[in-house]
């Protein structure tokens, strides 16, 4: 889980953090705390994805928990809006 030092932003659904001098990462509040258990690239935005998996009554799913998005491409109002 990534230090509260590095919270930018914050809202009622996400966390934005300055990772460091690369990347924004845009972090689900509802997913928090889920563990990761594989990185992958997302073929449609091409952010570096961490994904998590939970387990309900119809078994587990896997799931995006945070989004890795590069600040030369994206400044922080737009992945804000993300």
């Known amino acids: 889980m990534l230090q ?4 930018i932003k ?4 996400h966390f934005n953090y300055g990772k460091d001098d690369e990347n ?8 928090r705390g889920l563990p990761v258990i594989d990185h992958n690239v997302d073929s ?3 952010f570096l994805v961490e994904i998590g998996r939970f387990y309900d009554g119809s078994g587990s ?3 995006p ?3 890795h998005i590069p600040k030369k491409q ?4 737009r992945v804000s809006n993300c």
């Not at 914050?10 to 659904?13: R, V």
Request: aromatic letters at 10%.
């Open 61 to 63: 799913h896997s799931i």
């Open 65 to 67: 928990i945070r989004l």
């Open 10 to 13: 914050g809202d009622q659904f």
């Open 24 to 31: 924004f990462v845009l972090e689900d509040r509802a997913k």
């Open 74 to 77: 994206y400044n922080l109002d």
């Open 44 to 46: 449609d935005t091409g």
């Open 4 to 7: 509260e030092k590095n919270l």
